[in-house]
Every structure is written in structure tokens, then in C-alpha cells.
């Protein structure tokens, strides 16, 4: 492939996309402390709903994926910006420093409120086993990655691309890569790749790590979304052919998750066994509905979200504060409610209109004005502001904000 010029054009649509992504997250944590679905957010509140079931498998099956292939995409800007050096230089500052500071900030809050609401809900002295839990030191022997494993998990796929970065650039540079970016085949031959990973999990669905130990199978499936990316940046001269996927990219991703539903019953029925006609038909529904939402959000995002604006441009900017601190904002909805017998979907509802007004108004005061804000978005910004500063070069301003 001839080499592309330096666009200096920043990727509006890109921007936008992995922002929803980030905040997806928000409604998917939401979402999981009503579902039928154990161990899979801090709190699990009496009352559950089969429809939260449902919402958390299907934004699962994509929200992270797509957002690792806007990461490889992002990563192959920095790395033709700034060399392998500054990329990881870039990557350390944006990723393992946020990863370090939420850590010490949330984590202590989280584990003790799970702990409360499970005392709450089996005994009636609950702060008092809380308070006995505590003095048995059981808080640091429970440490775990929280919400972060992902960024654990980009850092050392970026660490792998800076090294692999030459290799990644020929073998995706290819014209077999553009010709499949054009192909409406795209979704099988990308899912055929996600699917045999998918054969490393418990269930043929993407795994979620909880402790800190390099997980072999979460790596190598979180790269083919990043090496996807990737050569998407390579080929960015032909993005318009990614236009077509839309509507009916996402629609049928949903007929293939709902299709998945019974064989995911059937292995849950079984967890001690390996039922393969199920989890072999979960492996390839999920890998295929995985890639027809990214295709779809891809083109709808190129075709709707493409343009500058303010508005946008700030949504963007604060979704990675939202989804680091949106865990701790959420529980302090959702405890309470605990003792509530309202309807399930009442409360998904509830916590996501407290947690989300708290989190951007903490956002605008206290995080991107000050020193803060150039953590997570590459510089510091006044307060709401219609307009984003223009004082650099737009090619300096793009690779700046870039903070997966």
C-alpha cells in the first residue's frame, strides 16, 4: 500500500463513538445490579428483572470491543505521531496513571458498600459485621482490578502493538484489508476471527478478569478489536466505505444475541459441564453480533456524528471521568434503594438519572479546569465552554485527547 499523508482532520465520529462506548458502560453497570446474573457488579438488589438480563448481555457483547477497535485506531494515530516511545510515554500518562488513581480513590468505597449490601440483605446487624470484617484486615486480602481490568488489558495490548507496530502495519497495510472494509462478508470474516477466541471462555462469551494476573485468553480477544482498528487507521483514506453499515448492521446484531439466550440458559443450567451445542452456537452468535454492532455504530457515527461540535466535543472529553468514577456514584443510588420493593426497571432508571448529573457536574467544577482534566483529556479547559480552545496546530489537539 503507498503511504498516506499526515490528515490533519480530527476524527469527530471516532471521538463520539468511543465516548458512548464509555458511557454505555454506565448504563450496563446500571443494568447489572438488577439482573439474575451473579457476581457481576458490587451490588445485587432484591429485586431482579429478566429484561436487565438481557440489556447487560447485549451491550456486553459489543460496547468493549467497539471501543478497543476506536483504541487500536487512536493507537495507530500516536504511534505515526510520535514514534514508539511517546506512544508509550502517552499510553503510561493516560492509562496507568488514571488505573492507579481511581484504584486508591474508588476501590475502598466499593468493596465496603458490597460488603454492607450483602450483611444488609442476610443479617440485621449489618454495619457491625461490616465494622468486624474490617478489623479483620479482609479489605486489602480482597483487592481486585474493579471496572479498570480493561485498561490493564489495553496497556498490554499497546505494549504488544508498540513492539509489533512495523509488523502490524504491513500485514494490515495489505489491499486484502481495504477490500474487506468494503465487503458486507465483513462481519462473518472478522467474527470468524473473534469466534475462535471465543473458544478459550467459559461460556463463548468475552470474559470479564478479576484479579490483576495477565489473562491470556481476555488479551488475545480484545486484540483482534484493536488490530481491526489498527488497519482502519492505516486505510483511513477509504473510511467512507465504512458509511454502509447502519440500522440494519444493529438490528441483526440483536437477532443474534436474542438467538444466543437459549443456549446461554442451557450452559447456565449445566456450569459444572461443558454442553459444546450451546456453547459453540454462543461462541459464533456472539462473535458474529459483536461485529455487526461495531459495523453498524461505525457507519451510523461516520454518517451522524462526523461534524465539530461543542457539545459533542465535551460529551467526549468527560466520558472517561464518567466511567471511572461512575461505579461509587451509582452504588450511592442504588444502596439505598436496596430497601425498596419498587419494580426493577424503576431503579435501573433511577440510578442512572443520579449518578449521571452528579458525575458531569463533579466533571465541569472540579476535573476539567484543573490539573486533573489534563490527566484524562491532555490539557486543561475552562468550564463549560461552547467553543474548544484553537491556541495549537489541530494535529497537536487530535493525538492530545486522545485518552482511551
Known amino acids: 500500500m503507498k503511504d498516506q499523508p499526515m490528515t490533519t482532520e480530527r476524527y469527530h465520529a471516532f471521538d463520539a463513538l468511543r465516548a458512548s462506548m464509555m458511557l454505555l458502560g454506565i448504563v450496563l453497570h446500571s443494568a447489572t445490579a438488577y ?37 487500536g485506531f487512536f493507537a495507530a494515530l500516536l504511534m505515526a505521531r510520535r514514534g514508539w516511545q511517546g506512544f ?88 486484502w484489508f481495504a477490500r474487506l472494509m468494503g465487503s458486507r462478508m465483513a462481519p462473518l470474516a472478522w467474527g470468524a476471527a473473534t469466534f475462535l477466541t471465543l473458544l478459550l471462555t467459559e461460556f463463548g462469551i468475552l470474559d470479564t478478569p478479576h484479579n490483576f494476573a495477565p489473562n491470556f485468553r481476555v488479551v488475545c480477544a480484545y486484540s483482534v478489536f484493536f488490530a481491526f482498528g489498527w488497519g482502519v487507521y492505516v486505510h483511513r483514506a477509504s473510511l467512507d466505505v465504512l458509511r454502509r453499515g447502519g440500522w440494519a448492521c444493529l438490528g441483526l446484531s440483536v437477532v443474534a444475541v436474542m438467538a444466543a439466550i437459549p443456549a446461554i440458559d442451557a450452559q447456565m443450567a449445566q456450569r459444572e459441564t461443558r454442553v459444546w451445542p450451546a456453547f459453540l452456537t454462543v461462541a459464533a ?64 432508571v433511577l440510578g442512572i438519572a443520579f449518578a449521571v448529573p452528579v458525575l458531569l457536574w463533579s466533571y465541569d467544577q472540579f476535573v476539567r479546569p484543573a490539573s486533573l482534566g489534563v490527566v484524562l483529556n491532555g490539557r486543561r479547559y475552562e468550564r463549560w465552554q461552547r467553543q474548544a480552545p484553537r491556541a495549537v496546530p489541530a494535529w497537536a489537539d487530535q493525538v492530545a485527547s486522545q485518552a482511551e
Not at 453480533?289 to 451510523?300: E, K, N, V
Not at 472517561?320 to 443510588?333: E, G, K, N
Open 35 to 71: 439482573s439474575t446474573f451473579p457476581d457481576v457488579w458490587w451490588l445485587k438488589d432484591p429485586q431482579t428483572s429478566r429484561g436487565a438480563d438481557l440489556l447487560a448481555l447485549y451491550i456486553h457483547a459489543f460496547r468493549l470491543p467497539a471501543f478497543f477497535v476506536m483504541s
Open 285 to 348: 452468535l456472539m462473535a458474529v453480533a459483536a461485529w455487526l454492532a461495531i459495523l453498524g455504530l461505525i457507519g451510523l457515527f461516520l454518517t451522524h456524528a462526523s461534524a465539530a461540535s461543542a457539545r459533542q466535543r465535551y460529551l467526549s472529553d468527560s466520558a472517561y471521568w464518567l466511567y471511572l468514577m461512575h461505579p461509587p456514584a451509582l452504588v450511592m443510588a442504588q444502596l439505598p434503594m436496596m430497601g425498596l420493593n419498587w419494580p426493577a426497571e424503576v431503579k435501573f
Open 88 to 175: 508509550l510515554e502517552n499510553r503510561v500518562a493516560r492509562l496507568g496513571l488514571p488505573f492507579v488513581l481511581t484504584m486508591l480513590v474508588a476501590y475502598p468505597f466499593l468493596k465496603i458498600s458490597s460488603v454492607f449490601a450483602h450483611f444488609m440483605t442476610r443479617r440485621p446487624d449489618a454495619l457491625a459485621a461490616t465494622l468486624g470484617w474490617l478489623r479483620e484486615g479482609r479489605l486489602d486480602r480482597s483487592i481486585e482490578p474493579m471496572h479498570l481490568w480493561f485498561l490493564e488489558t489495553l496497556m498490554l495490548v499497546c505494549l504488544g502493538a508498540a513492539w509489533a507496530a512495523p509488523w502490524l502495519n504491513r500485514a494490515l497495510g495489505g489491499p
